[in-house]
């Protein structure tokens, strides 16, 4: 079961932290994202990690502005997002599959799904 919180209503420039606690099984083997849905648009990868390791990935627009962690010991990812923009608003999504490293990018792979947590970033 994967738990997200977190979101909200913040404006351009500001900050937010997404939260997902995982439970009920164990991710060891693997790979917890954040992935966002936009009103009308399709589900968009947008940073991943890897549970065994700490490897992460995202994508390209929010380089340098999030950065997903883990905590292992509450078994907790997080996503800090700074330097918001309106673009970045959508419900976001916390998921988890044991996926090899081409397949990560891919929303529809992802086997485990938490509840979104909506963010609205206004101009």
């Known amino acids: 079961q994967l738990q997200a919180s977190g979101g909200g209503l913040v404006q351009a420039g500001g900050s937010l932290r997404l939260s997902c606690a995982a439970s009920?099984?164990?991710?060891?083997?693997?790979?917890l994202a954040w992935i966002r849905q936009a009103p009308g648009k399709e589900r968009v990868f947008v940073a991943a990690?890897?549970?065994?390791?700490?490897?992460?990935y995202y994508l390209d627009s929010v380089k340098g502005r999030f950065t997903i962690s883990r905590d292992n010991a509450k078994n907790t990812v997080f996503l800090q997002m700074n330097s918001l923009k309106p673009e970045d608003t959508a419900v976001y999504y916390c998921a988890a599959g044991r996926l090899i490293l081409s397949s990560i990018y891919d929303p529809n792979l992802y086997n485990y799904w938490g509840q979104g947590t909506q963010v609205t970033v206004s101009s």
């Open positions: 990690i890897r549970w065994n390791g700490g490897n992460t």
């Open positions: 009920g099984r164990t991710f060891g083997s693997y790979t």
